[in-house]
């Protein structure tokens, strides 16, 4: 019964998450240093622009098994629907900022499109010939994984 569902609550907005783990202090402790590192996820953008993991409130939901901790974490997201749980939304949304970003480089450059996952510059006839190169897939790849771990 080491399990714990716990929940991470901003105090000046309505906004919580719903996190899993068999060691809390741990757990918490690991987020404070991602969110320090700058890792990008909704949820540590989210608590590095609201005042950092001193300005959230933890509080343990419930203890369970350890091999039953994804069951009860799906659970009470579905029970309580904590704002910052969306994964795929917001990573659409990030999606959708990269080809934002792409298509704003290419006008101020003029024929210039910037690749965000390789940090180059290329024209525009070259790029989706670069698209296709290894390292580029192997950059991009890179990057997704970076997205997904949370
Ligand atoms: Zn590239």
Redesign the pocket.
């Known amino acids: 019964m080491n399990g714990i569902i716990y929940k991470l609550k901003c105090k000046s907005t309505d906004d919580f998450y719903i996190g899993s783990t068999k060691n809390l202090n741990k757990a918490l402790q690991n987020i404070k240093c991602l969110v320090k590192q700058g890792r990008n996820t909704p949820l540590f953008d989210f608590i590095r622009n609201n005042g950092g993991m001193d300005n959230f409130e933890k509080s343990i939901i419930l203890y369970c098994d350890n091999d039953k901790l994804d069951n009860f974490k799906q659970q009470q997201i579905n029970l309580l629907n904590p704002s910052l749980n969306i994964r795929i939304p917001l990573q659409t949304r990030r999606e959708y900022n990269i080809k934002n970003r792409e298509k704003h480089n290419a006008y101020k450059r003029g024929r210039k499109i910037e ?4 940090n ?1 510059i ?1 024209a525009r006839d070259s790029i989706n010939r ?2 296709k ?1 290894k ?2 897939l192997i ?2 790849a890179k990057h997704e994984i970076k997205i997904i771990v949370v």
């Open positions: 690749c965000i996952y390789c180059k290329y670069h698209y190169t390292k580029h950059n991009k």
